[in-house]
């Protein structure tokens, strides 16, 4: 009988015996990568989330980040449904700030970074169904990763090791979703595959919200020898059609859930917002476990992706850019012995340069293009220096040490010379650094503290100058974050009980809040904030075929010193976008052989959406159930089928909230009751 590991999701340090087999649990220690300096996780001074094949997979669609991630405590992801502005994701309230994409947080796929030296990234190349193990680091980790790593998400897809054989996924549902997927993989000699191919559709939920996106995910692997190996990586999107339905305003709400609304105050007529995405990526990399007396690792990447958007208001709303992207890391780790002590140690230097061919159009309502409105070149590059390393103390008792250097430079050349040249270059330089305690009082139970640092850049959107030229908001600087952390975790495996308990505190500067002027998105730095919360994880396999994992956030995200462009003193205000509670529950039935079926609540707390913390957003509890069972067709084929009701009490509530909007239109709703279903062909 296939069998969850008992520990949760975040930890899954346990494995139980199939049916049949004797009743001992033996213990398999789970190591992570995500920090980089890889480590057994009981030996980890940081809150760090580890989410496997199974719960990625079992019955879930696959679509988004969101299903994943659910019982992940401090994340928080909004936005499932509308894939112009992307799922927002925040961790421990880092990555809020931003209307739509990913801002302040790293996010990694295969080694390979998505977050760009400007510190902004997107996730619609992530493919999901190859994914086969997704960690995230619960707060700071400028010492890794530098610029924008308020907390990292970083995935590994399949490999042909992983996943042999071919998969045939077909799924349907409500609002026009359809999904058709199919992948292979497999290992010859030293030559190991795995590709995955998925075509995906979607009416909409709303009005004007339809998609259309096709992705290839793709591994080669060839082992050089026992110790060396070399791994290409193509990713390649193509989103030709997404469409915008915009945020509602309250009245608009109310009139209808499902509609669009006017693109501009005086206008009766909607613009056809959107966008499309023509996206390519090859990585490389290359392994060396026999270094000398350690281990090398050296990565090189390109991207080329075109996009085009068109926003939702007339004036200077379409969007364009020719993005290059390329960079690569070199990394090495050791274990020695100094002082009679082991250590542990990893050193390393990242290379990232992106390239921006930019332009703006006016655009009329009835969508013509006017002429340009700006263009311009956007250059930046990064260079970071790091090193970290772990110093056993004692059998029990690790001591952790992190140092990283940041060099970011920001250029733009203007071409649109109508206003003036606006053009301009700045630099940033930055040291990190962070230090932590971890003891390990059982064997199977921890207890750590960390201190560390964290920066954010402005990304280039967000350096738009409200003056409405070209060139670099002058008064616009990077935030700057100071985290503590205490925490606890274990699993007592007689009760079948683990925990994961983290309690944290950081005070940020300069916080970068955003608020709109004139329809488009511009920023402002917030004098002080401060994020402190406690994060608890429980999985308890309470009887054979039954298990609940839970994930409690408990959180105050406040600005502390902040006076806006009004003169309103904004002390002791809640910050925007953010619930301060959420809870997650999954209880689970693994019956024999492939039948499961898991029914999730979740919890999520009251926000506001504007800094003055006028507009409020109700709490709302919402639930899903997945089941499914599969069938032996032979030896070699197993054939599955699935079925989920998301949003199972049909709740009215918001997908994404849409912060410091002017026109009031804070709200994107999120679908009613919504059912798919879906066959898989393993053979």
């Not at 045939?168 to 795995?194: A, I, M, Q, T």
């Not at 990190?432 to 064997?443: N, V």
């Not at 954010?456 to 738009?464: D, K, N, R, S, V």
Request: charged share 25%; proline share 4%; hydrophobic share 35%.
């Amino acid at each position: 009988m296939p069998r969850r590991s008992l520990a949760p999701l975040m930890t899954p340090l346990l494995l139980l015996p199939a049916a049949g087999q004797a009743a001992e649990l033996a213990l398999e220690p789970l190591t992570v990568s995500a920090s980089r300096l890889e480590r057994e996780l009981y030996a980890t001074p940081a809150a760090v989330s580890v989410v496997d094949n199974e719960q990625i997979a079992q019955g879930q669609s696959r679509e988004r980040l969101n299903e994943s991630l659910a019982t992940v405590p401090g994340l928080y992801l909004q936005n499932r449904h509308n894939f112009v502005q992307g799922e927002r994701v925040s961790i421990r309230g880092f990555g809020a700030r931003t209307p739509w994409g990913v801002r302040g947080i790293t996010v990694r796929v295969d080694g390979i970074p998505y977050t760009l030296p400007d510190g902004q990234a997107q996730l619609d190349a992530i493919d999901l169904d190859s994914a086969r193990r997704i960690e995230v680091i619960r707060g700071p980790a400028a010492v890794q990763y530098g610029n924008a790593a308020g907390g990292v998400i970083d995935v590994t897809t399949a490999d042909g090791e992983s996943d042999p054989g071919t998969r045939l996924r077909v799924e349907g549902g409500s609002d026009g979703y359809r999904k058709l997927n199919l992948s292979n993989g497999g290992v010859e000699g030293p030559w190991s595959h795995h590709v995955s191919v998925s075509a995906l559709g979607m009416d909409g939920y709303r009005d004007h919200s339809e998609v259309e996106k096709y992705q290839l995910n793709a591994k080669l692997r060839r082992e050089l020898d026992a110790d060396r190996s070399i791994t290409a990586i193509v990713n390649l999107l193509d989103n030709p059609r997404s469409e915008d339905p915009g945020g509602l305003t309250a009245e608009a709400v109310s009139d209808d859930r499902e509609g669009t609304i006017d693109s501009n105050f005086y206008s009766p007529t909607r613009i056809d917002a959107g966008q499309s995405v023509d996206q390519q990526q090859l990585g490389l990399e290359y392994e060396d476990r026999a270094a000398g007396p350690g281990e090398l690792t050296l990565r090189g990447f390109y991207l080329k992706r075109d996009f085009e958007q068109q926003l939702a208001y007339a004036g200077d709303s379409f969007v364009a850019y020719d993005r290059d992207y390329y960079g690569g890391s070199a990394e090495y780790r050791q274990s020695l012995t100094v002082g009679g002590l082991p250590l542990s140690y990893v050193t390393g230097v990242d290379l990232a340069r992106q390239e921006d061919e930019r332009y703006r159009d006016d655009v009329t309502i009835d969508g013509d293009h006017q002429g340009r409105a700006a263009d311009e070149t956007q250059t930046a590059s990064s260079v970071g220096v790091f090193a970290q390393g772990d110093l056993d103390l004692t059998d029990r008792w690790t001591l952790s040490l992190g140092t990283r250097f940041d060099h970011t430079k920001f250029d733009i050349d203007d071409d649109y010379l109508d206003d003036g040249d606006n053009g301009g270059d700045r630099s940033f330089d930055q040291w990190s650094g962070s230090a932590g305690l971890s003891y390990r009082y059982l064997p199977n139970h921890q207890a750590y503290l960390s201190t560390g640092t964290a920066y954010e850049t402005p990304t280039f959107t967000e350096f738009a100058n409200p003056a409405r030229v070209g060139g670099f908001n002058p008064d616009l600087e990077p935030q700057k974050a100071w985290n503590r952390e205490i925490g606890l975790r274990g699993s007592f495996v007689d009760a079948g009980l683990d925990y994961d308990v983290a309690l944290f505190s950081t005070r940020v500067r300069d916080s970068l809040i955003a608020y709109k002027d004139g329809g488009r998105d511009f920023y402002r730095n917030a004098g002080r904030s401060r994020q402190d919360g406690l994060e608890v994880a429980l999985g308890w396999q309470f009887a054979e075929d039954w298990r609940l994992d839970s994930a409690l956030t408990l959180a105050r995200y406040e600005f502390q010193d902040y006076v806006n462009d009004k003169g309103e003193d904004l002390a002791n205000n809640r910050i925007p976008g953010l619930p301060e509670r959420t809870w997650v529950n999954q209880l689970t039935w693994q019956g024999l052989g492939e039948r499961f079926a898991t029914l999730e609540t979740r919890y999520v707390g009251s926000m506001v959406a504007d800094d003055e913390n006028r507009v409020k957003i109700d709490d709302v509890w919402l639930a899903n159930l997945r089941a499914g069972d599969g069938w032996r067709l032979g030896d070699d084929t197993l054939l599955k089928a699935y079925v989920g009701v998301q949003n199972l009490f049909d709740r009215e509530y918001y997908d994404n909230i849409v912060i410091n909007d002017e026109r009031g239109r804070y709200f994107n709703t999120a679908p009613d009751r919504s059912v798919y279903a879906g066959v898989e062909l393993a053979f």
